[in-house]
């Protein structure tokens, strides 16, 4: 198979770029992999020049067993951020369940409140969370825990977002999405973008030396207990970022109802045309034990 990796075809003058200084960092990730995926980049940028890194892991690992942490993907990740030089002691789990955890209003505050006395003990400068998009039910909820707590505490750090996946498609803001479309109707041929935005706001990429690039595909390698090819594939380029600027989580983060997502999945339900739309599309529904489940299902208290 050969994978064309898109990179960003616009001017470099268009874009803008975050800056990494010796920052007291925080990264907040639904599961052990996520934290990679979403900064790996800017973490080795920060060690690199003296700041600190603190990872927090929200859910245990391993499927609706009760909150028992899952000890093959904690040591993973050690393995993983050991590689930019992030000791154990920097890296922590909130060990929700991995299926069933944070599904229902109660314990949603009990987190909350958790991560409200975790921004109280310390001095972030930058805190990095899930983009609130649809793709997985664990991350959007992480994004909402987090920001709500980030606001109830008063904090003066920033928070940003990073994307990972979701089922929003649009010609004019995600063409590449459709590019990919097409490049698997290709035999042999499939075309690959980092991972999209699914609304208008402040971009931040994050430069990075092919050294560091390769570094960050190196920690991602350590995460043996998932398909790692696919990571490579779907995760392994520079990070991106986009400032936080609030939701109504009482809303899906895109118009699902008008959405091409809709109408796959409508489509799915036919026999005749179920493998062929899975071959193209993946997922086209959060990912969660009742794929129907979004956010929005919880009683949540904005």
């Given at each position: 198979m050969y994978y064309m990796h898109y990179r960003v075809n616009i001017n470099t003058e268009a874009k803008e770029y975050i800056t990494v200084n010796d920052d007291n960092i925080v990264i907040f990730a639904a599961h052990q992999d996520d934290g990679v995926i979403m900064t790996g980049g800017y973490a080795m940028q920060a060690i690199k020049k003296g700041g600190k890194v603190n990872v927090f892991y929200m859910f245990d690992g391993e499927p609706g067993n009760g909150r028992k942490r899952n000890i093959i993907r904690m040591n993973e990740s050690f393995s993983?951020?050991?590689?930019?030089?992030?000791?154990k002691g920097n890296i922590h789990f909130l060990d929700y369940d991995e299926y069933y955890g944070l599904s229902d209003a109660a314990e949603v505050e009990e987190c909350i409140d958790e991560v409200v006395d975790i921004f109280k003990e310390n001095n972030f400068d930058k805190i990095f969370i899930p983009l609130y998009e649809g793709g997985h039910y664990q991350h959007d909820i992480t994004n909402y825990?987090?920001?709500?707590?980030?606001?109830?505490?008063?904090?003066?750090g920033k928070i940003y977002e990073c994307p990972e996946y979701n089922a929003y498609y649009s010609i004019k803001n995600t063409p590449e999405k459709f590019l990919s479309l097409l490049s698997k109707l290709v035999p042999l041929c499939e075309y690959r973008s980092s991972p999209l935005f699914i609304r208008e706001g402040s971009r931040l990429y994050l430069v990075m030396s092919d050294e560091e690039l390769m570094l960050k595909r190196e920690m991602l390698q350590a995460f043996k207990t998932q398909d790692v090819e696919r990571l490579l594939i779907l995760y392994g380029f520079k990070d991106s970022y986009q400032?936080?600027?609030?939701?109504?989580?009482?809303?899906?983060?895109?118009?699902?109802?008008?959405?091409?997502?809709?109408?796959?999945?409508?489509?799915?339900?036919?026999?005749?045309?179920?493998?062929?739309?899975?071959?193209l599309f993946d997922k086209t529904k959060t990912r969660h034990p009742d794929p129907d489940f979004m956010i929005t299902r919880i009683a949540i208290d904005e």
């Amino acid at each position: 198979m050969y994978y064309m990796h898109y990179r960003v075809n616009i001017n470099t003058e268009a874009k803008e770029y975050i800056t990494v200084n010796d920052d007291n960092i925080v990264i907040f990730a639904a599961h052990q992999d996520d934290g990679v995926i979403m900064t790996g980049g800017y973490a080795m940028q920060a060690i690199k020049k003296g700041g600190k890194v603190n990872v927090f892991y929200m859910f245990d690992g391993e499927p609706g067993n009760g909150r028992k942490r899952n000890i093959i993907r904690m040591n993973e990740s050690f393995s993983a951020w050991e590689l930019i030089g992030i000791e154990k002691g920097n890296i922590h789990f909130l060990d929700y369940d991995e299926y069933y955890g944070l599904s229902d209003a109660a314990e949603v505050e009990e987190c909350i409140d958790e991560v409200v006395d975790i921004f109280k003990e310390n001095n972030f400068d930058k805190i990095f969370i899930p983009l609130y998009e649809g793709g997985h039910y664990q991350h959007d909820i992480t994004n909402y825990i987090v920001s709500r707590a980030y606001i109830r505490s008063g904090i003066n750090g920033k928070i940003y977002e990073c994307p990972e996946y979701n089922a929003y498609y649009s010609i004019k803001n995600t063409p590449e999405k459709f590019l990919s479309l097409l490049s698997k109707l290709v035999p042999l041929c499939e075309y690959r973008s980092s991972p999209l935005f699914i609304r208008e706001g402040s971009r931040l990429y994050l430069v990075m030396s092919d050294e560091e690039l390769m570094l960050k595909r190196e920690m991602l390698q350590a995460f043996k207990t998932q398909d790692v090819e696919r990571l490579l594939i779907l995760y392994g380029f520079k990070d991106s970022y986009q400032a936080y600027t609030g939701y109504d989580y009482s809303k899906p983060p895109f118009d699902y109802e008008n959405s091409l997502a809709k109408v796959v999945n409508n489509l799915k339900t036919v026999p005749v045309l179920r493998s062929i739309l899975w071959t193209l599309f993946d997922k086209t529904k959060t990912r969660h034990p009742d794929p129907d489940f979004m956010i929005t299902r919880i009683a949540i208290d904005e």
